[in-house]
């Protein structure tokens, strides 16, 4: 199969555009079954009748684990954000209402949160065993109720095409507390600016009738978990600032 250029590459996956199919071809250090895993998690959110693109089939191209998917045609959210200046708060509140979409679904087939927190802070070596004894006390002591949770939820992950948005990349999904869900999304934004982080927490609670204080307890644990992920643009003395003053 000849794949031609990528349209898109990422830190697990080069992604391409074929016979009007998205083909996301994932990187050799993945383990084996991760196109699998990584599929199951895209079903489960498409089954429970979100936005999402449909799996056709998980394959094998050459020697790389390959994900074919429907192509959803049009351009990111964070692309048209970013293309039309004093719109901010309208494209964050419309992401607002697909992520709470999310979150009203109860998940119980897909990975546990705490059980992808735990690997994750178990895995960095950014952090002191005494840094990781704290934090899994923490993640031991929060309750909540098991929802669907997207794990990376960005403007960047939002597809809009004629009145409709598409939610992409599943891989970071879990089953877990959907307050963690909306610190992650807060601590990516955050890392590329402070006032658009704050405007769509406000938003957020604002929607939900959850509280920042709710939502900034899972700060520590989040950014912790954060720290296994080795983002080259990401600022690991910041996460563990968070960690520290958690």
Not at 55 to 75: H, L, P, R
Not at 92 to 117: C, F, G, N, W, Y
Not at 144 to 163: A, K, P, V
Not at 204 to 210: P, V
Request: with cysteine; charged share 25%; net charge negative.
């Amino acid at each position: 199969m000849k794949l031609g250029n990528p349209i898109a590459s990422g830190n697990t996956a080069v992604i391409y555009l074929h016979e009007n199919n998205i083909i996301k071809v994932l990187k050799d250090y993945l383990p084996d079954g991760e196109s699998e895993y990584e599929a199951n998690k895209q079903k489960y959110a498409h089954s429970c009748g979100l936005s999402v693109p449909e799996i056709i089939s998980v394959t094998k191209i050459g020697d790389k684990q390959a994900i074919i998917m429907e192509y959803v045609k049009g351009k990111t959210v964070g692309e048209i954000a970013a293309g039309e200046n004093g719109k901010a708060a309208y494209y964050l509140s419309l992401s607002v209402d697909i992520q709470l979409k999310i979150h009203s679904k109860t998940a119980d087939s897909i990975e546990p949160m705490r059980e992808k927190l735990i690997r994750q802070i178990v895995s960095t070596g950014k952090l002191s065993q005494i840094q990781k004894k704290a934090l899994m006390k923490k993640l031991e002591s929060m309750a909540f109720e098991n929802r669907l949770c997207h794990g990376d939820f960005h403007l960047n992950n939002l597809i809009m095409s004629d009145d409709n948005v598409t939610i992409i990349d599943w891989i970071d999904s879990s089953s877990g507390d959907i307050r963690a869900d909306v610190y992650r999304t807060y601590l990516l934004y955050s890392q590329v600016s402070s006032e658009v982080a704050e405007l769509y927490l406000r938003l957020y609670c604002q929607k939900s009738g959850l509280s920042k204080e709710e939502i900034l307890e899972w700060a520590p644990i989040i950014a912790g978990a954060r720290l296994s992920e080795n983002v080259s643009s990401e600022n690991n003395e910041r996460l563990i600032e968070i960690v520290n003053n958690g």
